[in-house]
Every structure is written in structure tokens, then in C-alpha cells.
């Protein structure tokens, strides 16, 4: 793992990271990024947003939580 760019945080490659979003999408929704509107995803993994805080950010602004 290389560091990300908030320093404290383990990141992946972004293939890796959007892979694990992907997943966590499914587990949470029933549905992959290929479902859900476009989302910022190089541009959150660029400044270091972890998997969990860019699904739960995206599930609250898509469906308005």
C-alpha cells in the first residue's frame, strides 16, 4: 500500500479502491457503481477519501439522507 494523501490512511491503487467501493455498494444497496449515477470517483480517491467515507457521502446525497 502506498500512502494517501491524507497521510493516516493506507491507500490502494484506484482500481483497487473503486473495487472495494464497488463491493460495498453491493453489499449496502443491491447495486455497483455501473448502477448509480456518475460519481467523483478519481477525483475523491486523489484526495485521499476512504471507501467508507465516499459510500456513505454517496448514499446520502443520491438518496438524500
Not at 472495494?20 to 484526495?47: E, T
Request: aromatic share 14%; glycine share 8%.
Amino acid at each position: 500500500y502506498s500512502q494517501g494523501t491524507k497521510g493516516n490512511i493506507a491507500m490502494y491503487t484506484f482500481e483497487e479502491w473503486k473495487a472495494r467501493v464497488n463491493q460495498k455498494f453491493i453489499n449496502l444497496l443491491g447495486l455497483g457503481c455501473d448502477d448509480l449515477p456518475d460519481l467523483a470517483y478519481r477525483d475523491s480517491y486523489d484526495a485521499g477519501v476512504t471507501v467508507a467515507e465516499f459510500v456513505r457521502e454517496a448514499i446520502e446525497v443520491e438518496f438524500d439522507l
